[in-house]
């Protein structure tokens, strides 16, 4: 016959707990980061509208200055909860051609080519269409790395007793 005792069992059952909710409130805390980084990235990768002498430029471009250049790019916000984060274009005036320039390159009625303004903003990011998934799929490997180094922290920590 084999005894077996544990002792300490209720801190041991405190400190899982503690375990239980550091990782909690570590992951969340990653989850509004990585809302905030994809926000920032997608702002990078969306289309812009053209300076006055960019559009002058471009004989196929009418400018108008009533178009707030940016508008689109200011729209993509954050919205959180207590277990969510989304980001997008979630209301306001830009929110139809969020929906245009997002979804519809090279469909029916859709768009195809960048204007003036997102040609010259082009840098190491595409600029164009899905600029919200993008943001996100481009850069998978690094959030999930970041909620993994969170989630790690807490492990390591309890490990060692902190």
Request: net charge positive; charged share 35%.
């Amino acid at each position: 016959m084999v005894k077996m005792e544990v002792e300490n069992i209720a801190a041991i059952e405190q400190d899982f707990i503690k375990l239980g909710k550091n990782i909690a409130k570590e992951t969340r805390s990653k989850l509004i980061e990585t809302g905030r980084f994809v926000q920032a990235e997608a702002k990078k990768r969306c289309p812009v509208g053209p300076t006055k002498s960019q559009a002058a430029k471009d004989p196929h471009y009418n400018y108008d200055k009533k178009k707030s250049r940016g508008s689109l790019k200011n729209s993509i916000v954050m919205r959180r909860g207590r277990d969510f984060v989304d980001v997008g274009v979630i209301q306001g005036p830009a929110l139809k051609y969020a929906n245009y320039i997002h979804n519809l390159r090279n469909t029916e009625g859709g768009w195809l080519l960048l204007g003036p303004g997102s040609r010259a903003k082009r840098s190491e990011e595409r600029v164009g269409e899905k600029f919200i998934d993008r943001a996100y799929d481009e850069n998978e490997k690094f959030i999930e790395d970041m909620f993994k180094g969170g989630i790690s922290l807490q492990v390591d920590r309890f490990n060692n007793g902190d």
